[in-house]
């Protein structure tokens, strides 16, 4: 094992979320109600892609496919490590979404679905930046959209 | 093509042959209307007030030997009683074979289109869309000067805020007009139309200046600029009488140049202007039948 990567302790089960923008590190605690977990945090860590990045690892957890939407809306260039017993069984990159349903509320309030039981919905139309459409008001958002 | 059963929810939703196809269809609506829609019933929800739209869909429907029931008000419905959008149109497509909507809330429409059995008509999602004024606009355009290609369009007020003017941006696009906005800069078109204009080559002029451009127009759109638009009331001081079209203003225009404006107006094309061959603005909200008799019968099946 590399120096670097025993910067943060070593995870026996669960998943590392890394290459998140470092700004947003405590966002993706955030997204994802990560509150009794056993977590391992690392910010401000040196990153060739991003400057400086942030890490999580969370202890036997293994996200699921809405739980990684929402982590690419605020780290689209996270990659993601499943770990069994040490090993890395799994790693891939966050596959961007091309529509996000349920993941972010409307940023216009006189949109529908944030006057009736609608569920928000968005087509992606850039990844870098994030650019987003909602389905329904047509409006156009980048990712300061709040995360449900 | 086939329109049957589809909703008409934004104009970005319909291609450029399929808009052709609606203007073709009001054309022969408004030669040779025929009762296309007999034993057809049209369902008016109308959570927020409008004359025209909602009287022109109904003379629509009616002129075409269909029935209209519906709600003007909607204090009378069960929305008072918290009745969701989406129950309300499950509840009404049991009983109609077309619903026309108009809601306060941008995006209502599309919504409601997700859950109802039968085609829904979008007669404006409060700030977002409008796109049958857009087809008759479009239709008014094509009517009175025979062609899109070639035409130079200026519009003229509240660019910012007015949905008719950015649909009308858009729709044009299609083709190869000339488009020219007047604008204060606080009321400038939004970024998204324009940039949408620049990805399709399109030329476009922005100025505040209504003066210079008046003399090049085939069409002057006009649209009121609203005093609440305004964070500073000394801004709207400084405007609210720049973008007033008077009689004494179309002294240098084209011969066939015509004058559009959704209406309501209030004082930005005077009294006086009404008498000229240029007004075309009380036409236009005429055309507002055989367009929507078109895309009515296009999308209940009964024309193709």
């Known amino acids: ?148 | 093509m086939n329109f049957k059963g589809r909703d008409v929810i934004s104009i970005g939703d319909f291609s450029k042959d399929e808009i052709i196809h609606i203007l073709k269809t009001a054309k022969e609506m408004e030669s040779n209307p025929k009762l296309f829609l007999v034993g057809k019933l049209m369902g008016t929800l109308f959570f927020e007030p409008s004359t025209r739209t909602r009287l022109s869909h109904e003379a629509a429907m009616e002129k075409l030997g269909g029935a209209v029931i519906g709600f003007a008000d909607p204090a009378v419905t069960s929305k008072k009683k918290g009745e969701t959008l989406q129950d309300t149109i499950k509840m009404v497509d049991q009983y109609v074979d077309v619903i026309v909507m108009r809601h306060n809330h941008d995006g209502a429409a599309r919504a409601a289109a997700e859950v109802s059995k039968v085609p829904i008509i979008n007669a404006g999602d409060g700030a977002n869309q409008h796109p049958t004024q857009t087809l008759l606009d479009l239709y008014t355009i094509q009517k009175s000067q025979g062609k899109f290609d070639g035409l130079k369009i200026v519009m003229i007020g509240d660019l910012k805020y007015g949905r008719t003017v950015h649909s009308l941006a858009v729709a044009l696009s299609h083709f190869k007009c000339e488009q020219y906005f007047v604008a204060p800069k606080s009321l400038k078109m939004p970024k998204y139309v324009i940039t949408h204009l620049k990805d399709k080559n399109i030329k476009f002029y922005e100025t505040e200046k209504m003066g210079g451009v008046l003399s090049k127009a085939d069409i002057i759109y006009m649209t009121r600029i609203q005093e609440e638009r305004f964070p500073d009331r000394a801004e709207y001081e400084k405007v609210k009488g720049v973008y007033i079209l008077s009689k004494s203003k179309l002294k240098n225009v084209k011969k066939n140049m015509k004058i559009l404006h959704p209406l309501p107006r209030v004082n930005e094309i005077t009294q006086d202007v009404d008498n000229t061959p240029y007004a075309y603005y009380f036409e236009q909200a005429g055309n507002g039948i055989p367009t929507r008799q078109a895309i009515l019968a296009l999308i209940l099946g009964a024309k193709k």
């Open chain 1, 1 to 148: 094992m590399s120096e670097k990567k025993r910067s943060i302790s070593a995870l026996k089960n669960g998943t590392v979320i890394d290459h998140i923008k470092n700004e947003n590190t405590f966002k993706i605690l955030q997204i994802l109600n990560l509150k009794d977990e056993h977590l391992m945090i690392g910010t401000n860590l040196k990153s060739k892609k991003l400057g400086k990045k942030g890490i999580i690892k969370v202890a036997d957890k293994e996200l699921s496919k809405e739980e990684l939407n929402k982590v690419s809306f605020v780290a689209p260039k996270a990659t993601i490590a499943l770990i069994k017993d040490y090993d890395v069984k799994k790693k891939f990159e966050i596959d961007f979404p091309k529509e996000f349903v349920g993941v972010a509320k409307c940023g216009n309030y006189n949109c529908i679905t944030n006057n009736e039981p609608v569920e928000t919905h968005f087509f992606t139309l850039s990844q870098d930046p994030i650019i987003v459409k909602c389905k329904y008001c047509e409006k156009v958002f980048s990712n300061e959209l709040e995360i449900i």
